[in-house]
T-cell receptor, first 114, second 116 residues
């Protein structure tokens, strides 16, 4: 069945280092969303990418959607301790399925050493 | 304030004792869903509802029931809980999107269930 895979599962960085998590889908996605879950918290929506090759920035976070719309990445420049948490990508279960379910990747857990 | 409210936040109970986790949203969202989160397994969908009286199974529905009698409420029912249902549970809701663009999903604060 359709799968959304994320790597790495864990990433430990020194504060100030960069961080990237990658998301790959087994099928073409109409869009992809990214969520962040702080320790002890709930997932919070960060952004959605819709267009092939789209790049969006939120301060130190850069999100990319692949040309084939099957992969995506989140890059954080100069990590801070406030970036700690688990980052999830999620895509709809079928292309054009805006009313359908989201499939979540297993997430990348980021820890930042001060 | 727009929110998804789950209750209880924490519950320790025993095998076989029926329990209900309530979920309510105040955003008039059509779509609601339940997930369980376990270490290393990410968020797995239990059940979802596209609208009132419309529910369907997710990836891990065994041992759970849901109902959607009102738009705002989507309770999760464990008729006979077992230890393998010990987990962190999240309720979520969102509005319908356009054909190719989803709406953001809003999550509740979570319910940590321990079944002994």
């Amino acid at each position: 069945g359709q799968q959304v895979m994320q790597i790495p599962q864990y990433q430990h960085v020194q504060e100030g280092e960069d961080f990237t998590t990658y998301c790959n889908s087994s099928t073409t996605l109409s869009n992809i969303q990214w969520y962040k879950q702080r320790p002890g918290g709930h997932p919070v929506f960060l952004i959605q990418l819709v267009k092939s090759g789209e790049v969006k920035k939120q301060k130190r976070l850069t999100f990319q959607f692949g040309e084939a719309k099957k992969n995506s990445s989140l890059h954080i420049t100069a990590t801070q301790t406030t970036d700690v948490g688990t980052y999830f990508c999620a895509g709809p279960r079928w292309y054009g399925g805006s009313q359908g379910n989201l499939i979540f990747g297993k997430g990348t857990k980021l820890s930042v050493k001060p | 304030e727009a929110q998804v409210t789950q209750n209880p936040r924490y519950l320790i109970t025993v095998t076989g004792k029926k329990l209900t986790v309530t979920c309510s949203q105040n955003m008039n969202h059509e779509y609601m869903s339940w997930y369980r989160q376990d270490p290393g397994l990410g968020l797995r969908q239990i059940y979802y509802s596209m609208n009132v009286e419309v529910t369907d199974k997710g990836d891990v529905p065994e041992g759970y029931k849901v109902s959607r009698k009102e738009k705002r409420n989507f309770p999760l029912i464990l008729e006979s809980p077992s230890p393998n249902q010990t987990s962190l549970y999240f309720c979520a809701s969102r509005a319908y999107g356009t054909e190719y663009s989803n709406q953001p999903q809003h999550f509740g604060d979570g319910t940590r269930l321990s079944i002994l």
